[in-house]
């Protein structure tokens, strides 16, 4: 079992530019997470998953969009980035009882 | 919004020594997560307690959940340099929002065991 996956590891945007990560479980996971982890501030949730066609946001929001069109899989896009979205991206997945599984990242610029 | 405190920072310490690391919250938790991150690399899940006063031991590891279910300790014996990492704690949020298990992390202790 691959676990959690991300595509890409690495991507440099620049401002007002577009683009999706990739989070992937092979674990049939029911909850998705995307998080995002800056210096200083730990882990801070983006947006969450409860299920396939569901998601709800978490702490910090704006600026990006998810979708869950398929249980394993959890997309974050970014509509027109800023040089503030510049951080080291991570999605986890989990059963309802707590325990995340993450993926190992995806390391983000925006010029 | 539920904080947890974690300290020190940072902790940069002598292969064979002896360490703790503290995690407090004014909130109490259902239960309270430790996971160990590497550069590079997402986080792993280290243990999960889930009583007041639990310790649990993982070799070297020892943690306790306070008795009011509000802080934790990690305490590492006899520090190895494969022990260097981020450490995490997060606890809980039961049933927040759309009944999701959320996590509110811990800011992180930073190790360095020097050979």
């Known amino acids: 079992n691959a676990g959690v996956t991300q595509t890409p590891k690495f991507r440099v945007l620049k401002t007002g530019q577009s683009m999706t990560l990739l989070c992937a479980q092979d674990?049939?996971?029911?909850?998705m997470y995307w998080y995002r982890q800056d210096p200083g501030m730990g882990l801070r949730l983006i947006h969450y998953s409860v299920g396939e066609g569901t998601t709800a946001k978490g702490e910090v929001p704006d600026g990006y969009n998810v979708s869950r069109l398929k249980k394993q899989n959890f997309l974050l896009g970014l509509e027109s980035a800023a040089p503030s979205q510049t951080s080291v991206y991570f999605c986890?997945?989990?059963?309802?009882?707590?325990?995340?599984?993450f993926g190992p990242g995806t390391r983000l610029t925006v010029l | 919004t539920q904080l947890l405190e974690q300290s020190p920072q940072f902790l940069s310490i002598q292969e064979g020594e002896n360490l703790t690391v503290y995690c407090n919250s004014s909130s109490v938790f259902s239960s309270l997560q430790w996971y160990r991150q590497e550069p590079g690399e997402g986080p792993v899940l280290l243990v999960t307690v889930v009583t007041g006063g639990e310790v649990k031991k993982l070799k070297r590891l020892t943690f306790q959940f306070g008795d009011a279910r509000k802080d934790s300790s990690l305490h590492i014996t006899a520090a190895q340099p494969g022990d260097t990492g981020l450490y995490l704690c997060?606890?809980?949020?039961?049933?927040?929002?759309?009944?999701?298990?959320?996590?509110?992390f811990g800011k992180g202790t930073k190790l360095s065991v020097i050979p």
């Open positions: 986890a997945s989990s059963y309802s009882t707590g325990e995340q599984f």
């Open positions: 674990m049939n996971h029911e909850y």
């Open positions: 997060a606890g809980d949020t039961p049933y927040s929002g759309a009944g999701s298990y959320q996590l509110t």
